[in-house]
């Protein structure tokens, strides 16, 4: 690595220790309740929903520069597979979590103003709409393959410690399944993402010092 790249290098491992904390802080700070129930309408209408939500919608971001960055460092095919791959994702990804944050936050606002659970209804026809949750399930269903495949490509290379971006891989890879879980599971599942993005993020940002690792 030239010493031009070293500040686009930690950058990029920089973004990676952040979108770790980001995914973390999403289910902790994300207000659970039933969200059928006027309790559940305060939570959606909470300056803690778009919070949560925002941070995940930041973590996706941060998550595809530090891929750009890994690219960079190990320069495979299978590495620019995985930016490519984990970018399309992002891109189907990204546009269910805006309707997340403000289109049920102004839904649940309006319920709470008007007493009414029936507007919440809304929420669901939103979340389960065929085209909706097709985007969504398959644009994470590619970031999933594409940390994975960022995964492999560090196993292979010999220049970051093979297990480091096992933790972040297996965290994308449960994304889907983690949302039908309790907020304990959820929170874990954060924890998950976030050991792995600091590990990988403390290898990257190494990359130039360290020789082959195993």
């Known amino acids: 690595m030239n010493a031009p790249a070293l500040p686009r290098?930690?950058?990029?491992?920089a973004a990676l220790a952040a979108a770790g904390v980001l995914f973390l802080l999403?289910?902790?700070?994300?207000?659970?309740?039933?969200?059928?129930?006027?309790?559940g309408a305060v939570a959606m209408a909470s300056s803690a929903w778009i919070a949560a939500h925002l941070f995940a919608v930041a973590g996706f971001i941060l998550l595809t520069l530090g891929l750009l960055a890994l690219h960079q460092v190990l320069d495979q095919r299978l590495s620019l597979r995985a930016?490519?791959?984990t970018w399309a994702g992002v891109g189907l990804t990204l546009p269910y979590y805006g309707a997340e944050v403000f289109g049920l936050n102004v839904i649940a606002h309006r319920a709470v103003q008007e007493q009414s659970t029936s507007l919440l209804r809304l929420a669901d026809e939103f979340r389960y709409g065929p085209a909706a949750v097709?985007?969504?399930?398959?644009?994470?269903l590619l970031l999933g393959v594409g940390v994975v495949l960022a995964a492999i490509a560090v196993w292979r290379s010999g220049t970051l410690a093979r297990w480091s971006a096992v933790p972040l891989a297996a965290g994308f890879a449960l994304f889907?399944?983690?949302?039908?879980?309790?907020?304990?599971?959820?929170i874990a599942h954060g924890a998950l993402i976030a050991i792995g993005g600091v590990w990988l993020g403390l290898e990257l940002w190494r990359a130039r010092q360290a020789g082959p690792r195993r």
Do not use: N, W
Request: glycine share 10%; no cysteine.
């Open 9 to 13: 290098t930690r950058l990029g491992a």
């Open 26 to 39: 999403y289910p902790v700070v994300r207000p659970y309740s039933d969200e059928s129930s006027m309790a």
């Open 83 to 85: 930016v490519v791959v």
């Open 134 to 140: 097709t985007m969504f399930a398959g644009g994470l």
């Open 176 to 186: 889907v399944p983690q949302f039908f879980g309790p907020p304990a599971l959820r």
